[in-house]
């Protein structure tokens, strides 16, 4: 079936540490996303790539870093310089319509981290 | 600063009422409007809406837009437990590459 998939579910990791969440979609999906979802907060953009090769920042990439060597790739590492950086991180996928009408996202279930 | 707003942020109602969820935005380069439900995890779509007025209906749920004072409203009639969700409200610029930006999202529950 065509989705996408995020691993782990869950993290745990100690603080200082770097840690990358994998993304992995089969929708032949040109745009790929990251948002973190805090309690209250709704979701916000962290990372965005509309093709291969290239991303750009969203609202709060500080401490985050991406690559986009593949397009059904999109893994997202959480460095030592994110200050709390203890959320659900949700991935999500669409396509990219020349016309630049907006499109549905679609997600995947998530990776809780937790940083001790 | 794109701004979404969602209210109220949480509620509870019983099975069979109605509901009515609200989201207004301010947004520069506006094109669209997205109303997803987040049960547990992943997000799924429900509606999307470009054009005010229209209504989008999709089984007991139903949405309209009104671009003029910038806001949308999703309802929920004959609620049932199954509704009980985190609904999210989105909204998507014209270019940006489809970049979405979401409000905090209404917690609902229905109950028995």
């Known amino acids: 079936d065509g989705g996408i998939t995020q691993s782990p579910k869950y993290l745990f990791r100690k603080e200082g540490q770097n840690v990358t969440l994998s993304c992995e979609q089969n929708l032949n999906h040109d745009a790929m996303y990251w948002y973190r979802q805090d309690p209250g907060q709704g979701l916000r953009l962290i990372y965005y790539?509309?093709?291969?090769?290239?991303?750009q920042k969203g609202d709060i990439a500080e401490g985050y870093s991406v690559s986009r060597e593949k397009k059904e790739s999109f893994p997202l590492t959480v460095t030592s310089a994110q200050k709390n950086p203890t959320a659900f991180y949700l991935c999500?996928?669409?396509?990219?319509?020349?016309?630049?009408?907006?499109?549905?996202?679609?997600f995947g279930q998530g990776t809780r981290l937790t940083v001790v | 600063e794109d701004k979404v707003v969602q209210s109220p942020l949480s509620l509870v109602v019983h099975e069979g009422d109605t509901v009515t969820l609200n989201c207004s935005y301010e947004v520069t380069n506006f094109r669209s409007l997205l109303w997803y439900k987040q049960e547990k995890k992943a997000p799924t779509f429900l509606f999307m809406l470009?054009?005010?007025?229209i209504e989008k209906k999709s089984g007991r749920l139903s949405s309209i837009l009104d671009k003029k004072e910038l806001f949308s409203i999703l309802n929920i009639t004959a609620t049932q437990t199954g509704d009980s969700a985190i609904y999210l409200c989105a909204v998507g610029p014209t270019g940006g590459g489809n970049k979405l930006t979401f409000g905090t999202g209404t917690q609902l529950k229905v109950e028995l």
């Open positions: 470009t054009s005010s007025g």
């Open positions: 999500a996928s669409s396509i990219v319509w020349r016309t630049g009408l907006n499109t549905e996202a679609f």
């Open positions: 790539s509309q093709i291969v090769n290239d991303f």
